[in-house]
């Protein structure tokens, strides 16, 4: 029977700190079905198109775009990121190939190239990290976050008679508070496109019915995903196929997107505790049993050359912090500031956490007291050193963009590029154009050191020579995660991008 593996990863309604009112709804959707190197699909721009329609239909803005190769989709979330603002509602769509490795989930570009086994780099560096897709929403500010990934979930780069790169059965849980995922089928089950060759719906399977019960008023994201759930495994038991989605709701409250909750249609869903959490409606005081997720910390990691300082930031005022880092251990109060607060009148808690920098991969314990002396549960904060050393050295070169390039004159016209060394290690490629606004150019940078991320190698070139007469210079990065900056110009005589 003709089947395509799908996966659909719903990530998202991330509450931020600040509680403002949702702003507007802003809707990416991306269907890719013509791969070049890998198998091509056959639904996906068709359940992008559907789902594009839907979304404006429930008053989104919607950017959308179908068969998109790499720099395509990343000019696409580039431009989804800049829509979405403080208090917005979010909701991202992919359709098309998937894969997992390691335990990271990857969307494909249309260009994906092959790869076989011992290639995993290829994929890495030329699809997009589903998680940090989530983590660039999350960063605007968003009030309520929504990604949905329809992908193929089969091993797309398998090929008679090679080893295809290996990666996982399915996609990885990608489960975190205030997320809500959803996948079309769960792990290790393949997800139909049709049940049979008589199937004329445009859709697959899981979409045809997601997008049903999302037009449906009156119901939460949780009563959508249990509806489709049973719809999608009753069909698919009729063709003697095993399917049920799964989903993990990690939100606290309701999240409606058409109308408001109808209290009737409720009672129709009972969440399923091997697959979601049980939304609970939040308390007016925090609760010491259950830590009030409206106040939960946000963390900023820095590697510097002693190791990590991680930032804690809160909504509302605390008047004590401690953290552990693992499962077992005794807390560790951070201390106080000689700075009062002027909301509690009390010494304002250090909220700076050190970490040696050979620090491995693991589960920061954060605790705090309330204004009212009270300690709340301790917060989980994931700690990756990679991701969290790659997203500080690109918001570094993001907001110093104008340092990107320096000339100088000295026995003719140079152009340093020392700022980009020193942030290597969140930059994938660095394209330059020399007198053109088109980089075309390749600048080869050594490998990122995460021991000492920093520092420039001595043998590395800092900078190069230009013929004399030139006005401008152009430069694009491709970052870590497969997304391109803007192209930035530069004015030989004048420093600076404009």
Known sequence: MPKRTFFLVALGLMLSLTPAAAQKRVALVIGND???????????????????????????????????????????????????????????FFAGHGFQIKGENYLLPTDVPLALDGEEEKVHENSFLARRIMERVRNKGVRTTIVVLDACRNNPFERAGTRGVRGGGGLAAMSEDGAFVIYSASENQTALDYTSDDDKDPNSVFTRFFVKELETPGLSLVQVAKRTQASVTALARKVKHNQRPAYYDEIVGDVVLNGTLDPAKAKETVPQQVAAVTPVQPSPLPQRSEPDQLNAPLASFMRHNGGWSVTLSFADPVTAISWRFGESGAFRETGHLNTLDPRTRKRMPNPSIQLDADTPEGTLYIRYADARGEWAEPFPVKFDPVGALEKSQREILEMTSGNWLSFREFNGLMVYYTHLLSYRCAIREVRIGIDSTVPDKKLALPPCDPRDPSSVPSSAQ??????????????ELTYRDGTTSEVKTYRADQRGNR
Do not use: H
Request: cysteine-free.
């Open 34 to 92: 013509s791969y070049k190197n890998v198998t091509p699909l056959r639904k996906a721009a068709n359940d992008a198109q559907r789902m594009a329609q839907t979304l404006k239909g429930l008053g989104f803005e919607v950017i959308a775009g179908t068969n998109q190769d790499r720099r395509a989709m990343s000019n696409s979330l580039t431009n989804f990121e800049r829509a979405l603002g403080p208090g917005d509602t979010a909701f991202f």
């Open 462 to 475: 800092s900078y190069m020579k230009l013929p004399p007469k030139t006005k401008v210079m152009s430069v």
